[in-house]
């Protein structure tokens, strides 16, 4: 069946890298494309980017300068990075399957907390 | 970017009622208009997609309707495992937005 985990580092220092990585089973990241999409404790959704099953990448323009979205695609595995962190980076991190603009699965998310 | 709207930011409900929630977009976004729900310390969930096209496995008292600028989700007899937070998110165009959600409670 269809699954995707988000796995990574649960506490960031500010101005570090936050590495997150996206493991996906039951599809094919060649026919699928692949989104990040974040939320702050208690606030809405907000879509970061994503990655397309050709491999093609695109991002929020708000955090455009910071994010980088890549893939292996022979571990089925989609990777975020994005620098230069500050507190309001703080929530959680979802992966998720997007079928025609649509998504139809979604990871549990990865708590990211950004403090010293 | 697409700014969706949704209102109102939080409904009092009882159980049995019918209720809408509504999402509007700043420019049209043809049919490419879905529905999320999310329970606390949960994903969210695809209720509807397209604006009106059910998903398998979701209760049939969820609806879905509208296009262009102007959509409405549907509960036709709210149940107590309704009470969460509702998203709407376009996808006609990048970004895909996400409206700020609609919180159900009970009254």
């Known amino acids: 069946q269809v699954q995707l985990k988000e796995s990574g580092p649960g506490l960031v220092q500010p101005s570090q890298t936050l590495s997150l990585t996206c493991t996906v089973s039951?599809?094919?990241?060649?026919?699928?494309?692949v989104h990040w999409v974040r939320q702050p404790p208690g606030k809405g959704l907000e879509w970061m980017g994503r990655?397309?099953?050709?491999?093609?990448?695109s991002y929020n323009s708000a955090l455009k300068s910071r994010l980088s979205i890549s893939r292996d695609t022979s571990k089925n595995q989609v990777f975020l990075k994005m620098n230069s962190l500050q507190t309001d980076d703080t929530g959680t991190y979802y992966c998720?399957?997007?079928?025609?603009?649509?998504?139809?699965?979604w990871g549990q998310g990865v708590m990211v907390t950004v403090s010293s | 970017d697409v700014v969706l709207t949704q209102s109102p930011a939080t409904l009092s409900v009882t159980p049995g009622e019918r209720i809408s929630l509504s999402c509007r977009a700043s420019?049209?976004?043809?049919?490419?208009l879905h529905w999320y729900q999310q329970k606390p310390n949960e994903s969210p969930r695809l209720l509807i997609k397209?604006?009106?096209q059910s998903i398998s496995g979701i209760p049939s008292r969820f609806s879905g309707s509208g296009s262009g600028t102007d959509f409405t989700l549907s509960i036709n007899g709210v149940e107590l495992e309704d009470l969460s937070i509702y998203y709407c998110?376009?996808?006609?165009?990048?970004?895909?937005?996400f409206g700020a959600g609609t919180k159900l409670e009970l009254k």
């Open positions: 998720t399957r997007e079928v025609v603009t649509d998504f139809d699965y």
């Open positions: 990655m397309r099953y050709n491999g093609d990448t």
């Open positions: 420019e049209s976004v043809d049919t490419y």
């Open positions: 998110q376009q996808g006609n165009s990048l970004p895909h937005t």
């Open positions: 397209y604006a009106s």
């Open positions: 039951g599809f094919s990241l060649t026919s699928y494309n």
